[in-house]
């Protein structure tokens, strides 16, 4: 089944200066992308956050990529 990212993340004026989080938490998009980006593993990530799950960051993946995906779409009118 394929993970619909709009479920799981949310944007929240008055929430970490309304960055995307995950399902309201104060975790944002940029924190897993950047565990991610310095090596942590899935599992460390989960393991470090328990309020995390396996969707949530697959969510985050899927939402940068459809992020980047709008930005070079723009980028090239």
């Known amino acids: 089944m394929a ?3 709009h479920n799981i993340i949310t944007l929240q004026p008055g929430k970490r200066s309304g960055k995307p989080c995950i399902r309201g938490l104060r975790i944002t998009v940029y924190d897993v992308l950047s565990w991610l ?3 942590m593993s899935r ?3 989960l393991d ?3 309020e995390l799950n396996g969707d949530d960051i697959t969510a985050c993946l899927l939402f940068a990529a459809d992020r980047e995906r709008n930005s070079v779409a723009i980028s090239t009118l």
Request: aromatic content about 16%; proline content about 8%; charged content about 35%.
């Open 37 to 39: 980006a310095e090596g």
């Open 3 to 5: 993970i619909d990212y």
């Open 43 to 45: 599992q460390e990530i």
């Open 48 to 50: 470090d956050f328990p």
